[in-house]
């Protein structure tokens, strides 16, 4: 009997570290985008094979996913870009329906960049260029086939705000008189544009944002711009003829829940507050998945796989070793 009572005890002991924080599917935000995408999939793949739980994904556009978490309806975001959805966001917070569990990555990013081999190295046709304002000096390199006494900049996506921005940078700055302002149709083709000019090694200087599979695939230098001024920047996108021009602000994406299942998930909520990347991760991950043609999910098996000194430290040990022993 005594035996039979220490194996029950063990089955029973194992079974319940096994069980999940709740008795129904964790609700993943399935943000439109393929950086929320990855995170979601590690976050899912760690709650099955670490927790026992089961998970779903609702998937759908910012504003009204976000309105789902405070709802109660999602019970995870695992990317809030909280300076791009200020209002809905902080009414939740002020309504004490969501709560911030940590920054996800704390460095995302705007700006202008050129290719590294155009800068630095031995072979470097620009090497003194590092700031926006040494662009002028340089517009032969970047010629626009279209008007050949100009350079090309190759602006953000056309009917995007960073378009706008950018349009204004280029009147603050005074590179208008060097330099057309070339807006690709699609983000696409902005992509192919630089893709182009790595693989012949070609001069460009072009608007991107980070993390994407692009800063993730190539190698990039941003170029140096005046510190971030809120009032500067906001008057790029109202006025019609800008004379200061400033940064983009570096960006935090936090992990955001609701409030009633953040107190009913205790365990999942511990994991998910230590949860913590950075730009150059989820670029190279989404880089992955580009040059593979992978799924979400198949970047995270990637990463669970090669990162373990990273991802080991957000659970126990016995949960990453069921992590590890689910992982293809």
């Known amino acids: 009997m005594r035996i039979l009572f220490i194996v029950l005890t063990m089955v029973i002991a194992a079974g319940s570290a096994l069980a999940c924080d709740v008795g129904r599917p964790v609700v993943f935000a399935g943000m439109d985008w393929q950086s929320n ?49 200020t209002e809905v966001w902080n009414r939740g917070l002020r309504r004490g329906q969501v709560v911030e569990l940590g920054t996800n990555f704390p460095d995302a990013v705007q700006g202008w960049y050129v290719p590294r081999y155009l800068v ?9 260029l590092k700031a926006v304002s040494d662009l002028p000096v340089y517009k032969a390199l970047f010629v626009d086939p ?23 940078k280029l009147k603050a700055y005074g590179l208008d008189d060097y330099f057309t302002n070339f807006r690709p149709g699609t983000g696409a083709a902005l992509a192919a544009a630089i893709a182009s000019a ?28 005046p510190p971030y001024e809120a009032e500067v920047f906001t008057a790029l996108a ?6 200061r021009a400033t940064a983009y602000p570096v960006v935090e994406v936090v992990i955001g829940a609701n409030r009633r299942f953040a107190e009913q998930a205790p ?22 998945m580009e040059e593979t043609a992978g799924t979400a999910e198949d970047a995270a098996d990637h990463f669970l796989s090669t990162r373990f000194d990273l991802w080991s430290s957000w659970v126990d ?12």
């Open 317 to 328: 040990e016995p949960t990453a070793s069921r992590i590890r022993e689910s992982l293809p």
């Open 120 to 128: 630095e190295g031995s072979d470097a046709l620009a090497p003194g």
């Open 238 to 243: 109202t006025s019609d003829y800008p004379v």
């Open 198 to 225: 790595f693989i012949r090694e070609k001069p460009i200087v072009t608007y991107y944002w980070g993390p994407t599979w692009v800063l993730g695939k190539y190698d990039m230098v941003m170029l140096d711009e």
């Open 267 to 288: 365990t999942i909520i511990a994991f998910l507050k230590r949860y913590e990347t950075d730009a150059a991760l989820v670029s190279d991950a989404l880089a992955y």
């Open 37 to 85: 995408a990855f995170h979601t999939a590690v976050a899912q793949k760690v709650l099955e094979a670490g927790y026992n739980c089961k998970t779903d994904v609702l998937p759908g556009t910012t504003i009204p996913l976000l309105q789902g978490v405070a709802q109660g309806d999602i019970d995870v975001v695992m990317e809030v870009w909280k300076d791009n959805v």
């Open 146 to 168: 279209e008007e050949p006494q100009k350079g090309r900049f190759y602006n953000c996506i056309a009917g995007w705000n960073c378009e706008v921005i950018n349009s204004a």
